[in-house]
């Protein structure tokens, strides 16, 4: 992959995640404290993976990816768990 398929990549995971942020807040007003701490701390990692746009690497590819996966899972949970 070159550099620019690399960032369009990275803008890619960067929408999903955004998305991703945007579902988790609203699914958080049904959500309890421990939900809500765990969030706080994924929270500060997806501003930071805005960083990961400007160095397009294997590394920052590898951060964004696994990022876009833990976010996913824990959206997964807040889902499940608000299930009755």
Same mark, same amino acid.
Do not use: K
């Given at each position: 992959m070159n550099n620019v398929q690399a960032k369009q990549w990275m803008q890619e995971q960067m929408a999903q995640l955004r998305t =991703?942020?945007? *579902?988790? $807040?609203?699914?958080?007003? =049904? +959500?309890?404290? *421990? +939900? $809500?701490? $765990?969030? @706080?701390?994924?929270e500060p990692l997806v501003e930071d993976a805005e960083r990961l746009l400007e160095d397009v690497s294997d590394i920052s590819s590898k951060a964004l990816d696994g990022l876009v996966k833990r976010v996913r899972a824990f959206r @997964?949970? =807040?889902e499940d768990h608000a299930r009755p």
């Open positions: =991703l942020r945007d *579902e988790v $807040r609203v699914n958080l007003h =049904l +959500a309890g404290m *421990e +939900a $809500r701490d $765990r969030w @706080q701390t994924l @997964q949970d =807040l």
